[in-house]
Every structure is written in C-alpha cells, then in structure tokens.
C-alpha cells in the first residue's frame, strides 16, 4: 500500500472494511472473522481509533496474528504490508473475502458498521444456504405428505417408477420415518405455506394491489401463468391467413425466470418472491443471490436446492440444468419489445424484463399483414391501406427498429418484407 492510499484511509476513518488497532488485541482473530464473512478488509496495527499514529512492533505484532490464525475454522490467509510514518511503523494487515463462513471458538462473527457481532442461527443457515455449505431442502419438517398431491406427480413423472414412495426417500423428499422434508413439503402438501410462511409469492399490479399465491410450488407457477396471460396485453397480427399473438412480455421467458425463481430462490432468506408489474416493467425478485461460480453470463449447472430441482424437472417444469437461463434470453431476443437485466446482491437475485418500445398500433399491424402476402414498395402499401407514404416509411422505420421489417433493394427499387421468423 502507498502512502497517500494510507493516509486517505486515515482521513475517511473505520468502516465495515476497515479497523484501526493501537496493538494487537486478544479479539484479533474475531476481527478477521468478521471482515472476511463480510466483503473483506484492512486491519491497520499502530493506529488508534481516533486515526492516530502510535506505531508498533511490526514482527512481534506478525507472530501473534499469525497464532490465532491458527484458531480460525476454515482458515483465512491475510496479506502484510508495513508503512513507516515520522519513524513509527504501521502493520497493514488485508484480509480476503472468505468463500465460505469461518469462524473462532465455535462461533461465526460478521462485520457490522465499525464492530463486530457474532451471527445468530438463523442467519449462519442463511449464509451458508447462499455459500451452498448446506443444502436447505433437506432440512426435515414433521409433516405428512399429501396422497393426492403424490398421486398427481406419479401421474406427471418422465419415466416408470416402479417404488415412489422408495423413490422420494432415497432422493430425500421424504425421511426414512415418512415425513416431509422442506423440498417434499413445497411439492406434496396443500398448505406448505402453514409450516414455511416465506415459501409464497407476492404479485403487485400497477395499482398498488396485490395478490399472494400459495400451495405447492408447481402449483404456485400455473396459477402464476394464468395470472400474467389475464393481465398482458396481446397484439394480434393476422398476415394473411397465419395469426401471429404477441404478449408484451415473452410468456416462455417469464414462465421459466418464475420456475427459475422459485426453484433456485434461499428458503432460509424469510422473504417472499416478488413480482412487480409496471406500465413499461416486469420485475421477479428472488431471495439468495447466484451461487457461487455462477453468473447471468456463466450459468453453471449448480442447483441450490437439488432436491427441489430434480423434483421439478421430473414433472417437466425444468428442462437440464444450466439452460433455464439461456432459454430466457433467447426468448427475449426473439421478442420485438423486450431487453431482460440481472442484478445480484448478497441476499436477492432481480430480473426485470423491460419494454424497450410499446405495443404496436392497428396501422404498424396493418403493415405487417399486407407484407405477409409478399414484399411490397412503401408506395404499395400506402395505396393498399389508403394513407400517405410519409406515414407508411416512419412506421415501417419503427418496425425495422424493433426486429419485425427488413429493406432490400436501394432507391426506386427498395421493398420491405416480414423478417423470416414471423
């Protein structure tokens, strides 16, 4: 680290990511803890809290964080750097963001403003869910499972299975003693909702009305879908005798970012998902972030619930693992009216599907039926549906714009013609 970049740390204070020490404390290795569960950090010995420079021993200081290192589960690695200022030396301690949640003593502490807590239960099986330490849906409840809902997934499976019952317990649906674990119960019981309250989704209308959709998982995505095609406006465009139905949002991409939301989403985060509905926005916003390795842009196959996963793609809600993702974005760029964007923090995953241009108007869908028949001049057109050829060429501008038109030919020989996939 170089002076100046020191001296700006000096001026700016502690914070989440940085700790000033006069010495090296008996809570030094709760420090490192708690910045590495966190983003990561700076530890600074020499300095007092107040930002003053005291200086210390810098090798002695060296040997006795590295003693408790030595205590910490799984082990972190920090970084060293010294800085002299006025003939007193400062030890610069960085610590790496940990993959995975380390602790001291048997207990797990988190950065918190410019202190130290240690975490509670339910967060570390929070954290640890989003770090994939701990598969979540196989955490057991003391719920039975429902013989209708069993019947009706025996009725959906790809393939024979000969034992079900011996087939969810060997998967882990369901234990040894008959009841339901947390992936059984979001699949075969009525009211999982009763036992896991988050385990729902919450659709807000444009209004500010909303409506919650509980049961079953599987459940929960067809009344979701029904929900959306009720309320999405549908452009019909009827080129000749073929009928092309247009939603405004891609129905396929949506269906499986919801699939996507509901199978992948952290049930220890107690949050609901969310979809928000707006005039020009869809928006699904998930509890848990990706896992980790896994990006929008690098989907790797690493489910965060298998259990919940396999279950769902034995009755064909999923397709093989990592193609969810792609599937989305290919619907969208078919789409003529939507772009899609990601954006992950710690705790939730938010997929907005944004209108880039609005719906089209009956003389944009006028056009593209008389195009259906061949291509066609503007001149053409115009006469063909009695307006004027100003008109004709900025409408077919914002049809060539959103993916429907394409122009061949150049001056008097330009026409225009449906893109080959309407």
């Known amino acids: 680290m170089k002076t100046e970049e020191f001296l700006d740390y000096l001026k700016e204070g502690e914070s989440e990511n940085l700790e000033f020490k006069s010495r090296v404390s008996d809570d030094i290795g709760e420090e490192i803890c708690a910045l590495s569960n966190l983003d990561g950090g700076h530890i600074f010995v020499g300095v007092s809290d107040d930002g003053g420079i005291r200086g210390c021993d810098v090798k002695a200081s060296k040997e006795t964080i590295s003693q408790h290192l030595n205590n910490i589960t799984p082990p972190v690695e920090v970084y060293y750097d010294r800085i002299e200022i006025d003939e007193k030396e400062v030890l610069i301690v960085r610590v790496p963001e940990s993959d995975h949640l380390c602790g001291i003593g048997g207990t797990i502490y ?30 057991p409840t003391d719920q039975l499972p429902d013989d209708e809902y069993i019947e009706e997934f025996s009725s959906k499976t790809r393939g024979d299975i000969d034992d079900l019952h011996q087939y969810l317990r060997n998967m882990g649906a369901i234990t040894e003693e008959g009841k339901l674990t947390l992936a059984g119960l979001l699949f075969f019981h009525e009211k999982p909702q009763s036992t896991l309250p988050h385990a729902s989704v919450r659709m807000i209308f444009q209004d500010d009305s909303w409506k919650r959709f509980s049961g079953p998982i599987w459940k929960i995505v067809e009344n979701i879908e029904n929900e959306l095609k009720g309320k999405l406006a549908l ?22 970012a919801i699939v996507n939301s509901l199978v992948h989403r952290n049930y220890a985060i107690k949050s609901e998902v969310f979809i928000e509905l707006d005039s020009n926005k869809l928006v699904i916003k998930n509890p848990g972030s990706f896992p980790p390795g896994t990006t929008p842009e ?51 995953t938010t997929l907005t599907f944004k209108k880039e241009v609005e719906s089209l108007s009956k003389k944009e869908r006028n056009i593209l039926s008389s195009l259906s028949e061949r291509e066609k001049s503007a001149s053409e057109i115009a006469s063909e549906l009695d307006v004027s050829k100003t008109t004709v060429l900025r409408k077919i501008d914002r049809l060539k714009e959103i993916g429907f038109v394409e122009k061949i030919g150049k001056g008097p020989a330009t026409r225009y013609r449906l893109k080959e996939k309407f």
């Not at 954290?127 to 330490?133: F, I």
């Open 298 to 348: 690098n989907p790797n196959p690493i489910p965060r619930n298998p259990i919940i996963y396999e279950l769902m793609f034995q009755v064909g809600y999923v397709e093989r693992q990592g193609r969810g993702i792609e599937l989305i974005k290919e619907e969208c760029e078919k789409h003529p009216f939507v772009s899609i964007n990601y954006e992950l923090d710690s705790n939730f």
């Open 110 to 139: 988190l950065r918190t403003g410019t202190s130290k807590r240690p975490l509670s239960i339910p967060e570390i099986m929070s954290r640890g869910a989003e770090t994939l330490l701990f598969e979540v849906d196989k955490t």
């Open 235 to 256: 452009s019909s465009i009827q080129p000749g005798f073929k009928r092309i139905d247009v939603y405004e949002y891609p129905i396929k991409a949506v269906r499986e």
